[in-house]
């Protein structure tokens, strides 16, 4: 097993569990976080913005690597030969996205593409992410244009335990919205990913990180107010 104490360590659940701070049923096959001797749902451990990447392409893996702001690595339990294996990454979707391209020469890294990008258009519920989108856009009219649409998509993607899926959501509600757009400046404008790859714990790191992320969701509710 390759990875080192400070990476970022996500477990694929051998047996159903449930988050200890939202309560989220952790069914097996998915992924959690320990903090505190505590399971995590991704949500709750700010890790739901990274996207897997199983093993299997060593120069895909390492140019994701190269290129994500924040990393974690997914290791699962071999009842077999007795330890933990490395599974994959978690790495940021333009990460991926960027290697996959850097890697378009081989057809088969092509052809895998062509998979992920379907395998996500399928997994989206495209009425329910323009309602999300059009929600966004009238609580925070000073966003960057189309901001709304890669919130709501991430927030939106079927099964993967996000902010967006839960029921209170679904219905628009405004406090579910707030937190994905709070989720989304906390990564996007902060360095708040960086806190976590230093070894920050994921508290402390979101108080450091607290003012600035008031600061641009206060100037996205003014019409005109650009990040």
């Known amino acids: 097993m390759r990875y080192s104490?400070?990476?970022?360590?996500?477990?694929?659940?051998?047996r159903d569990s449930e988050c200890s701070e939202c309560s989220e049923e952790l069914l097996s096959g998915s992924f959690l976080r320990v903090e505190n001797d505590k399971p995590l749902c991704l949500s709750c451990a700010d890790l739901d913005h990274l996207e897997y990447l199983p093993s299997g392409d060593a120069c895909l893996t390492r140019r994701s690597t190269k290129?994500?702001?924040?990393?974690?690595?997914?290791?699962?339990?071999?009842?077999?030969?007795?330890?933990?294996?490395?599974?994959?990454?978690?790495?940021?979707?333009?990460?991926?996205?960027?290697?996959?391209?850097d890697?378009?020469?081989?057809?088969?890294?092509?052809?895998?593409?062509?998979?992920?990008?379907?395998?996500?258009r399928v997994a989206l519920d495209r009425k329910y992410v323009e309602e999300?989108?059009?929600?966004?856009?009238?609580?925070?009219?000073?966003?960057?244009p189309s901001v709304e649409d890669k919130i709501a998509e991430h927030a939106c993607e079927k099964y993967s335990g996000r902010v967006g899926r839960s029921q209170f959501a679904k219905d628009l509600d405004a406090e579910a919205i707030v937190l994905a757009v709070?989720?989304?400046?906390?990564?996007?404008?902060?360095e708040y990913d960086e806190l976590l790859m230093k070894g920050y714990e994921r508290l402390v790191a979101r108080g450091a990180v607290r003012d600035k992320v008031d600061e641009v969701l206060e100037r996205w509710t003014r019409p005109g107010g650009k990040s």
């Open 5 to 14: 104490t400070d990476d970022i360590i996500v477990f694929i659940v051998k």
């Open 67 to 101: 290129y994500t702001k924040i990393r974690a690595v997914v290791i699962k339990w071999s009842r077999d030969r007795k330890r933990y294996e490395r599974k994959g990454i978690l790495a940021e979707p333009e990460a991926i996205q960027r290697a996959m391209e």
């Open 103 to 120: 890697c378009a020469a081989d057809a088969d890294t092509r052809e895998a593409r062509r998979q992920r990008e379907a395998i996500k």
């Open 132 to 144: 999300f989108a059009n929600q966004i856009r009238k609580l925070f009219p000073g966003s960057p």
């Open 182 to 190: 709070q989720a989304h400046i906390r990564h996007q404008y902060t």
